[in-house]
Protein backbone atom coordinates (compact mmCIF):
# COMPACT_ATOMS: atom_id res chain seq x y z
CA UNK A 1 0.00 0.00 0.00
CA UNK A 2 1.24 3.31 -0.46
CA UNK A 3 -0.37 6.58 0.69
CA UNK A 4 -0.12 9.85 -0.62
CA UNK A 5 -0.38 13.04 1.02
CA UNK A 6 -0.40 16.59 -0.73
CA UNK A 7 -0.31 20.07 0.47
CA UNK A 8 0.39 23.59 -0.78
CA UNK A 9 -2.64 24.50 -2.01
CA UNK A 10 -4.28 27.80 -1.63
CA UNK A 11 -5.81 31.02 -2.98
CA UNK A 12 -3.83 32.77 -4.94
CA UNK A 13 -4.53 35.89 -7.82
CA UNK A 14 -4.42 35.81 -10.96
CA UNK A 15 -0.57 35.30 -12.39
CA UNK A 16 0.66 34.01 -9.18
CA UNK A 17 2.58 31.11 -8.42
CA UNK A 18 2.03 27.79 -5.99
CA UNK A 19 4.36 24.98 -5.56
CA UNK A 20 2.35 21.34 -4.67
CA UNK A 21 3.78 19.30 -2.96
CA UNK A 22 2.77 14.93 -2.65
CA UNK A 23 4.62 13.15 0.13
CA UNK A 24 4.06 9.21 -0.56
CA UNK A 25 4.71 6.65 2.40
CA UNK A 26 4.48 2.88 2.93
CA UNK A 27 5.62 0.62 -0.81
CA UNK A 28 8.28 2.37 -2.32
CA UNK A 29 7.44 4.90 -5.50
CA UNK A 30 11.05 5.66 -6.73
CA UNK A 31 10.47 2.98 -9.78
CA UNK A 32 6.83 3.88 -11.07
CA UNK A 33 5.90 6.79 -12.54
CA UNK A 34 4.06 9.47 -10.89
CA UNK A 35 1.33 12.46 -12.10
CA UNK A 36 -0.62 15.35 -11.00
CA UNK A 37 -4.30 15.26 -12.28
CA UNK A 38 -7.27 18.06 -11.48
CA UNK A 39 -11.06 18.35 -11.13
CA UNK A 40 -13.10 21.32 -11.44
CA UNK A 41 -16.25 22.42 -10.34
CA UNK A 42 -18.77 20.48 -11.99
CA UNK A 43 -15.64 18.55 -14.41
CA UNK A 44 -14.13 15.54 -14.74
CA UNK A 45 -10.87 14.91 -13.23
CA UNK A 46 -8.01 15.55 -15.76
CA UNK A 47 -4.51 14.72 -16.77
CA UNK A 48 -2.02 17.69 -15.55
CA UNK A 49 1.37 16.37 -15.86
CA UNK A 50 2.95 13.41 -15.12
CA UNK A 51 6.99 12.21 -14.35
CA UNK A 52 8.67 9.10 -15.21
CA UNK A 53 11.07 7.27 -12.48
CA UNK A 54 14.22 8.59 -12.78
CA UNK A 55 12.88 11.99 -13.00
CA UNK A 56 14.33 12.34 -16.84
CA UNK A 57 11.03 12.65 -18.73
CA UNK A 58 8.27 14.83 -18.26
CA UNK A 59 4.49 15.11 -19.75
CA UNK A 60 2.18 18.06 -19.65
CA UNK A 61 -1.18 18.73 -20.62
CA UNK A 62 -1.37 21.31 -23.31
CA UNK A 63 -3.01 23.79 -21.15
CA UNK A 64 -0.32 23.90 -18.83
CA UNK A 65 2.24 23.59 -20.85
CA UNK A 66 4.89 26.11 -20.42
CA UNK A 67 3.42 27.43 -17.14
CA UNK A 68 3.73 24.30 -14.64
CA UNK A 69 6.80 22.07 -14.07
CA UNK A 70 6.69 18.67 -12.32
CA UNK A 71 9.83 17.23 -10.22
CA UNK A 72 10.55 14.48 -7.76
CA UNK A 73 12.94 13.73 -5.23
CA UNK A 74 13.24 10.06 -4.57
CA UNK A 75 15.55 10.84 -1.73
CA UNK A 76 12.57 12.02 -0.23
CA UNK A 77 9.64 9.91 -2.16
CA UNK A 78 7.54 13.21 -2.82
CA UNK A 79 7.07 14.70 -6.40
CA UNK A 80 6.06 18.63 -7.02
CA UNK A 81 3.91 20.74 -9.24
CA UNK A 82 5.42 24.09 -9.87
CA UNK A 83 2.59 26.13 -10.61
CA UNK A 84 3.51 29.75 -12.58
CA UNK A 85 1.46 32.09 -13.88
CA UNK A 86 -1.80 30.56 -12.61
CA UNK A 87 -5.30 31.52 -14.49
CA UNK A 88 -8.60 31.33 -13.16
CA UNK A 89 -9.29 28.44 -14.88
CA UNK A 90 -6.97 26.32 -13.44
CA UNK A 91 -8.98 26.84 -10.19
CA UNK A 92 -9.65 23.15 -8.82
CA UNK A 93 -8.65 19.96 -6.62
CA UNK A 94 -5.06 18.51 -7.27
CA UNK A 95 -4.41 15.12 -6.81
CA UNK A 96 -1.40 13.26 -7.40
CA UNK A 97 -1.21 9.63 -8.15
CA UNK A 98 1.16 6.83 -8.45
CA UNK A 99 1.81 5.14 -11.55
CA UNK A 100 1.12 1.25 -12.42
CA UNK A 101 4.19 1.42 -14.70
CA UNK A 102 7.58 3.20 -15.11
CA UNK A 103 7.09 4.72 -18.06
CA UNK A 104 4.71 8.05 -18.46
CA UNK A 105 1.19 7.28 -18.87
CA UNK A 106 -1.57 9.75 -18.95
CA UNK A 107 -5.04 8.12 -18.44
CA UNK A 108 -6.34 8.14 -15.09
CA UNK A 109 -7.22 4.53 -15.38
CA UNK A 110 -3.15 3.33 -15.45
CA UNK A 111 -2.77 5.11 -11.49
CA UNK A 112 -3.92 2.77 -9.04
CA UNK A 113 -2.74 5.25 -5.62
CA UNK A 114 -4.00 8.64 -5.31
CA UNK A 115 -4.12 11.44 -2.67
CA UNK A 116 -6.88 13.20 -0.74
CA UNK A 117 -6.61 16.42 -2.99
CA UNK A 118 -5.15 19.76 -2.33
CA UNK A 119 -7.62 22.81 -3.21
CA UNK A 120 -6.26 25.80 -5.24
CA UNK A 121 -8.37 28.71 -6.49
CA UNK A 122 -7.02 31.06 -8.48
CA UNK A 123 -9.10 34.29 -8.42
CA UNK A 124 -9.16 37.32 -10.83
Known amino acids: QVQLVESGGGLVQAGGSLRLSCAASGRTVSTYAMGWFRQGPGKEREFVAA????????VYADSVKGRFSISRDNAKSTVYLQMNSLKPEDTAVYYC?????????????????WGQGTQVTVSS
Open 51 to 58: INWSGSYT
Open 97 to 113: AVCSRNWIVTTIQSYNY
